[in-house]
């Protein structure tokens, strides 16, 4: 009877409570600010190749080679804001460059008339992300409670997300109540663009880095960053092995604009585009929270893992589609792909680092995976030029079975302490 007694004086939190645990305001503020800049990002990202190769009348390997170009600015630019965020006080005022340089250029690709003045803008918009991003991350990291770490990145991937799934709508309205301009589209992404610069600036709190906490410690020594290249041998072998698998499975993935043309051509369709994109990204939002919340109970590699055969998967299927309706099946497996691997993966990064390396780890993690966009999709437009689209896609769903067999391998190593692999 005591002991019975003694259970049911046990508050047990409530379940929005438990929803709530581990989302500290810092963590929510960020999440609606990305939110409102993924609203302005993807009203574009369905639309931006077929406005370069339609409207601007770009060979497509130029298309591909301006992904290439703009997402490895931004990688080598989160490597130097990772750096950054490490040696300043404050991580906000590089945040807040990031996000204005990014909002500011989106819009002025409505007045473009040429593809070298659009590589100009989505240069100077990629660079905007390449510096807001690892600062982000690492005031994520440094805003979270141990333990829901896998949760608060699964969190602002669904905001993230969720934005990402309302941008390709407004598009698709932009679209049908001007007919099809797609220049409209750009100039209304001003719009989400200046609130989520206005909540950065009056709603985060610019914190100054803080140590980490105890227990920590006793898994990853703290290190302090030095004076030259960011903290190489601070990172540890198991990070260089986890950037090394992420990098050659980034090889085969390459730019969602492939996806796109693939869909135009399949749906004969442009407002098709934008709807499918939508589903896609309602899939990723929904499951990017309970799937980072899982990753906290049973580690990040099982997840992982299955979001990397979800990609294998999900290219091979492009590779053969010849009907409409797969295009809609393929983005909703496509959606648990990306809700199983973008938050969960800089989750593990913080995993494997000492604290006081957080935002260099974050930035070398992804320079490294994101230089490989440049060859990713240069090689993706030459192979659909040279073999069709099926070729850009068994190749990309070969690069991710390999990944996925090095991942398993190495899965013994990958899961050792920090203390055991450095």
Do not use: C
Not at 390 to 419: I, Q
């Amino acid at each position: 009877m005591k002991g019975g007694a003694q259970e049911d004086d046990i508050v047990r939190p409530s379940r929005s409570e438990r929803l709530r645990s581990g989302i500290t305001r810092n963590v929510f503020v960020l999440g609606l600010v990305s939110f409102f800049t993924d609203i302005s990002s993807e009203m574009i990202v369905p639309l931006r190749s077929i406005f370069l190769v339609t409207i601007l009348q770009t060979p497509l390997p130029v298309a591909g080679l301006i992904a290439g170009i703009a997402e490895s600015t931004a990688s080598i630019l989160k490597i130097v804001s990772g750096r950054l965020a490490d040696r300043t006080e404050s991580r906000k005022p590089l945040m807040l460059f990031g996000y204005g340089l990014s909002n500011a250029a989106k819009p002025l690709l409505a007045l473009v008339t040429t593809w070298p003045a659009a590589l100009s803008l989505i240069f100077l918009d990629r660079a905007g992300k390449g510096l807001r991003s690892s600062p982000r991350d690492a005031m994520l990291a440094d805003s979270t409670p141990p333990g829901y770490i896998g949760k608060a990145f699964g969190f602002h991937r669904s905001m993230d997300t969720l934005g990402a799934a309302i941008g390709p709508l407004f598009a698709a309205l932009i679209l049908w109540w001007t007919v099809k301009d797609l220049r409209a589209v750009f100039a209304w992404t001003i719009v989400p663009g200046v609130l989520a610069v206005i909540i950065l600036l009056l709603f985060v709190r610019g914190q100054s880095k803080v140590q980490g906490p105890p227990q920590e410690a006793s898994l990853v020594p703290d290190v302090q960053p030095g004076r030259s290249l960011p903290g190489i041998a601070g990172l540890g072998v198991r990070f260089w092995m986890f950037t090394g698998i992420a990098t050659l499975f980034a090889l085969g993935n390459s730019a969602d604009d492939f996806l796109f043309l693939r869909t135009a051509g399949l749906e004969q369709s442009l407002f098709v585009v934008p709807l499918i994109y939508f589903g896609y990204n309602v899939v990723y939002a929904a499951l990017a929270t309970p799937l980072g919340a899982l990753s906290d109970r049973w580690g990040r590699l099982p997840v992982l893992i299955s979001g990397y055969a979800a990609f294998a998967l999900v290219y091979a299927g492009w590779a053969v589609a010849t009907q409409a309706w797969n295009t809609w099946l393929l983005f909703l497996i496509y959606g648990i792909y990306a809700a199983a691997t973008e938050g969960i993966a800089r989750a593990f990064v913080i995993d494997l680092v000492p604290h006081s390396l957080r935002g260099s780890a974050l930035g070398w993690f992804g320079g490294v995976t994101g230089l490989a966009a440049l060859p990713s999709n240069v090689l993706a437009g030459w192979l659909w030029v040279a073999g069709g689209s099926s070729a850009t896609f068994w190749f990309g769903a070969f690069m991710a079975a390999l990944s996925l067999a090095l991942m398993v391998a190495w899965l013994p190593w990958l899961r050792r302490g920090f203390s055991e692999t450095v």
